[in-house]
């Protein structure tokens, strides 16, 4: 059913799939669920509504996530597929918050990321972000578009894996029940954070994956521990079998890997301030934006972002993605630069048996 995997060139074709959607408010996502609850029913009920009682925005959220706390948001009955994800939080629990996907009753999770990573927000919870699966709107709106489809069940929770209790957790998980082809891949996205070693100054964004499938996309959180240019390293896709030596795919430069150039700098060849942009399937939406630790110090930050839609990178066997960290030495040669990234990849795969 070609309706609930790419929806815009179908847009007008009728079928009999069924949208439903799971929120707060109709927590399981039935038919006719909606808007049931009354103030008092539970815990997560509003005194907001008291006066105006059942229909009138009783349920709109999750409260007191305690430290821990594990909350599933959605189990669902396939097939289907899940179509678009919004959800909301303080900013400051963006990225003490895991989420998981799970399926076809998997005991091991095909999703995993920390939340604000997983929407290309692991920041500080206030991206800006226009692209075409992936949009963070102020303050701190996260969508997803990637398609979930599934074939017996979907589920879907998340930690608080912080110290605090989160007060607040909004969010609609839409989707729909319809065929899906057995050819589908499922969704997968997989987090990793390291240092980089000056011996070795390469950080792996994707490995131990094997089976068939493709891969579409990349979002990284960079952090520098120099001044100076951070991103004259390659990305390499190393594609069924490449030697650790010979990638099949290999890149020009971090910037050119994200479609910028030149350091991502601006019309003034003397500024090496970076230009923040976003786009359908690239950007920087966030450019050098400033860290300062305990000491008072300063760090740059960068966040990224690469889909692979219109050039998924196709494999049968394996697949490792890896990112070298490189700047500049005042003699004109590399420097190897030991920084902090954070990455998240995300891929679709024939069978969702694959551990990272």
Known sequence: MTDLLNPLASLAQLTDAQTRSISAENPTGEKSGGAQASPGDDEHCTDAARTLGKGWKVRPCLKNIQPGQSVTLADIA?????????CTVDVRFAQSITIRAFYDDQDHPSILAPLGSFFANGLDGLAQISSIPVAVNPRGGMNCY?????????RIE???DGSQTIPEFFFQITYAIGNVPDD???LHASYRCAQTDRADPQHVILDGVSGRGHYVGTYLVWTQHDPGWWGEGEVKFFIDGDPPDAPTICGTGTEDYF????????????DPTPV???????????????LQDDDGRETLQHALYRWHIPDPIRFTKDLRVTIQALGWQDDGTYLPLADDIASVAYWYQAHSDSRR
């Open 78 to 86: 396939g097939p289907g597929a899940i179509q678009h994800i919004w």
């Open 276 to 290: 923040p942009y976003t786009s359908p399937f690239l950007g920087h939406p966030q450019a050098a934006s400033k």
């Open 184 to 186: 589908v891949g499922y």
């Open 146 to 154: 990637w398609p979930m489809p599934f074939h017996k069940r979907m």
């Open 259 to 270: 479609g910028g150039a030149w350091g991502f700098t601006g019309a003034d060849p003397d």
């Open 158 to 160: 998340i930690t608080n």
